[in-house]
């Protein structure tokens, strides 16, 4: 069938009707078929699949409308279009009510039929494709990367069960990199607003007038350099979830204006007088301690209880132990398959030293450990030597064990084993380019050979 | 050019002699037929409907069938509003491959839009609506191009949109059916 046509049957006891539709839909390219009642059309269902039923009203024995709901119940997605003359429009409507997608009355305005037809085969491909891409929200959903199957790790999952369940606002709690962010998917993931976006803004990343502007938007010539009307983040949420990660770091003013928001479900864009009512879940994330920021006066205390209705408080790594050979498990075979290498399992001793190191950076340490291990694995088992250094050695000692000393430590490894390639350094750290030049000035890192233009095979490698 | 080989202009109700010329002198053009003008006796009050006050098209075309002679393709041109029964109205109506061919100019005129009279236009409109329905009494179906006097329209925009003259496909197989070298 060529693109652009659909299969249709037609039913209607008027000869003329089914033959004239049907040489106007086949010179229009699409495959037709006539059923003289609604007996003959319901066998015929039987036998074929069609993409529009264009259904009489009036027919002897079983009618359109009976006609319609029979059609229904074999196929709920069934796209009806009721034929009806001028003197039964009333059941037409009454059809529409029962789930036609549109009526056209006889005798049939050429063009009126054609965008009718038209429109009828744009929703039945919408609906298709909004039944596949459900599908695939769900297939993604339930393979969510929460694992392990310790005491805490289970009682994350029944937190995450029960609050998914609820429009409450949710607030996440854990030091860093212990996968707030995915906790809160999980919770979108798992909620009725699934379906529709969730929206992640990292309030800690930007300054106090942007996160005003990403949040609520601007009208065109707000500010210097508003050129364009822009939605803001609230109202890209609609219907949908907001995460709000380090909430803890935004401003008292921007503090209140959320408050508002929150309250109202109202915004207004900036430099706008227009109020937008806005729907959205709630979900707000820390590492920090916002009863020590409410008492310090940093962190507003209307705001902290509005946020802390449901509160879940990740716990880090090294309190679920037992987790950790089935998270570097997994993270093996997500690194194995992503990066195509055919490294299948840990070494026993690998094993151990992964187990016993404390993961101050928590799972994405881990995960980072995993992936790297991965990249530089020889065979098809991590061996110790795999390892990031600091693991392998064991950071216990008392000395070198600040998060400096491991980010340090930790950068220039990695830069070392990418041979100082900044764009695959900073993949693999997880940070943006910019943040891993500041770094390497903050801790003094050189290169010792001086870095020379990337060979034409290695261009690829530069995202542009 | 075969011998009888021509295209025979019928009024069908009121002529507009005007009308008729300029068909009768543009379609040579397009078809590779001569082109004459003849008139003839239809029972007009047969094909009136008078609920829906217009008349009906396919019993308008099977009296003008009756007129063919050899080769000749009839084509009847009226200003009367036609139907077909399952449509609110038809711009015209031929049989693929038939002997004849029926337009009407009712729909094809500014005024019946509440627009003032643009005698131009008509004429343009009218040469196409000729051309298609003439094309499908030579053979030729409906084409998906937007280039092509062949592409179904539903109203008058689309007739405005639609070329007067073939697409490449349709001319090749127009030039078959005609034996007409349009290039040549």
């Known amino acids: ?332 075979k997500k690194f194995a398959h992503s990066m195509n290498r055919p490294v299948m399992k840990i070494s026993g001793e690998a094993e151990n030293i992964l187990a016993n190191y404390e993961w101050p950076g928590n799972v994405r340490e881990l995960q980072n450990a995993i992936e790297r291990a991965v990249l530089v694995c020889k065979g098809r088992t991590i061996e110790r030597d795999d390892l990031p250094l600091n693991i392998n050695q064991g950071s216990n000692d008392a000395e070198g064990r600040s998060l400096a000393d491991i980010e340090k430590q930790h950068i220039k490894r990695t830069l070392e084993e990418t041979g100082w390639n900044i764009y695959r350094a900073a993949r693999l750290l997880e940070i943006d380019r910019v943040t891993l030049y500041n770094r390497l000035k903050k801790y003094g890192f050189k290169r010792e050979t001086p870095v020379r233009a990337p060979a034409r095979a290695k261009a690829n490698e530069h995202s542009g | 050019m075969r011998s009888n080989a021509e295209i025979r202009i019928v009024p069908v109700g009121p002529a507009d002699r005007d009308l008729l010329e300029y068909l009768a002198l543009t379609l040579p053009g397009r078809f590779g037929w001569g082109c004459v003008e003849v008139t003839a006796n239809l029972s007009l009050e047969e094909t009136y409907n008078s609920t829906r006050r217009q008349y009906h098209s396919t019993a308008l075309l099977a009296q003008l069938r009756e007129l063919a002679i050899d080769d000749s393709k009839i084509l009847g041109v009226t200003d009367l509003d036609l139907f077909i029964p399952i449509f609110t109205f038809v711009f015209g109506e031929a049989q693929v491959g038939g002997r004849a061919a029926l337009m009407s100019t009712h729909r094809l005129r500014q005024e019946f839009y509440g627009l003032p009279a643009d005698r131009r236009l008509l004429l343009a409109r009218a040469e196409k609506e000729a051309v298609h329905e003439l094309g499908h009494a030579f053979g030729l179906g409906h084409c998906r191009s937007f280039d092509c006097g062949m592409r179904f329209s539903n109203s008058v925009e689309q007739v405005d949109l639609r070329p007067c003259q073939f697409c490449q496909l349709c001319e090749g197989e127009l030039q078959g059916i005609s034996g007409f070298n349009l290039a040549a």
């Open chain 1, 1 to 332: 069938m060529e693109p652009g046509s659909a299969r249709i049957l037609i039913v209607d006891d008027e000869a003329v009707v089914r033959d004239s539709l049907g040489d106007w839909f086949r010179d229009e390219g699409h495959e037709v078929d006539t059923a003289e009642s609604a007996k003959v059309a319901l066998e015929k269902l039987v036998h074929q699949n069609w993409d529009i039923f264009l259904l009489d009203i009036r027919m002897p024995g079983i009618d359109g409308l009976e006609l319609q709901r029979k059609l229904k119940e074999a196929e709920p997605d069934a796209t009806v279009i009721i034929m009806t003359a001028y003197a039964s429009v009333e059941s037409a409507v009454e059809a529409m009510k029962q789930g036609a997608y549109d009526y056209i009355i006889k005798p049939f305005n050429p063009d009126d039929l054609e965008h009718t037809m038209q429109k009828a085969m744009e929703h039945k491909q919408l609906v298709a494709e909004n039944k596949q891409l459900r599908t695939k929200i769900d297939e993604l959903n339930l393979a969510h990367e929460i694992v392990g199957t310790s005491a805490a790790t289970r009682r994350l999952l029944e937190q995450v069960a029960m609050v998914s369940a609820s429009d409450t606002t949710a607030l996440i709690r854990g030091e860093s990199g212990t996968g707030k962010e995915l906790i809160a998917r999980a919770i979108h993931a798992n909620s009725d607003r699934r379906y529709l976006p969730i929206v992640v803004v990292n309030c800690g990343a930007l300054s106090e007038g942007v996160l005003e502007s990403e949040l609520f938007g601007h009208e065109k010539g707000a500010f210097t350099g508003a050129q364009y009307r822009r939605k803001g983040k609230f109202e890209m949420a609609d219907g949908g979830t907001l995460f709000l990660d380090e909430i803890g770091d935004i401003g008292l003013k921007t503090q209140v204006d959320l408050l508002r928001v929150l309250e109202e479900k109202k915004i207004f864009r900036v430099g706008g007088n227009v109020e937008i009512p806005v729907n959205f879940r709630l979900i707000a994330a820390t590492n920090k301690n916002l009863e020590t920021m409410n008492a310090e006066g940093k962190f507003r205390e209307d705001l902290y209880y509005r946020i802390n209705v449901f509160s879940i408080t990740i716990p880090p790594l090294r309190e679920r132990c037992e987790d950790i050979p089935l998270l570097a498990d997994h993270f093996l």
